[in-house]
């Protein structure tokens, strides 16, 4: 196990405090939340019962197989929790997420829940958002002109359609991700908007306003908690 894992799986092990017995809960995507599925297997066993919003097929096949059931977003009144990781986040609590390709569902299940706890190794922790390439859904139909329109504004270095086999990567929902490297994302909500007005965009992975605290795990066992709001 390297370190980063021996960090995910400790940030697992404390947000497993968060869950009670018998409620529903967003579950999102990524390593860091497959450690908390493997840490909740044990207690499945023991018979603690659990109901999962998940936010991919990969999570709902992961929570399915150690015997948590699986519900609908449409099928639940209220979602009082949601439990995921990310890519990059700031001192504020804005995201960067969807580097697994899951931003779509992800971005939903997190709209819906009262809140969103981010569970995440130190690496993930920066001052600006946009050393990662900011994932952007999109419509397959078009996506040159998207990507032509989003390198146009000039702020984007590089817009490159993710790839999987020597094949474009293709979502849960169907869609093409286009993975756009800006550096530095000076101000995440007005770019959030600019990409959401460009037609044959469908999600970005700018998470803001979203996550309401978060689980950060340091290599000597630390696990600090920030709260946004
Ligand atoms: C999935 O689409 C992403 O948003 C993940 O939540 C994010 O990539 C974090 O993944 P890891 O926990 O694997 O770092």
Known sequence: ???VDIIKRNVARHALDLIEPGMTIGLGTGSTVEWLIKELAERVAQGFVLTVVPTSLKTAELVRKIGISVVDLNDVDALLLTIDGADEIDPFGQLIKGGGGALLQEKIVA?????LIIIAD???HVTQL???PLPVEV???GYKNVAKRILASGECKSCILREKADAPFITDHGHYILDCNYERI???MEL???L????GVVETGLFIHLATRALIGFPDGRVEERKFR
Do not use: R, V, W
């Open 1 to 3: 196990m390297t370190e």
């Open 111 to 115: 709209a819906a829940s009262q809140e």
């Open 122 to 124: 130190y690496t993930k």
């Open 130 to 132: 946009g050393q990662f």
């Open 139 to 141: 419509i397959p139909f």
């Open 186 to 188: 000076s101000n995440p």
């Open 192 to 194: 959030d908007l600019f």
């Open 196 to 199: 959401h007005n460009i037609p």
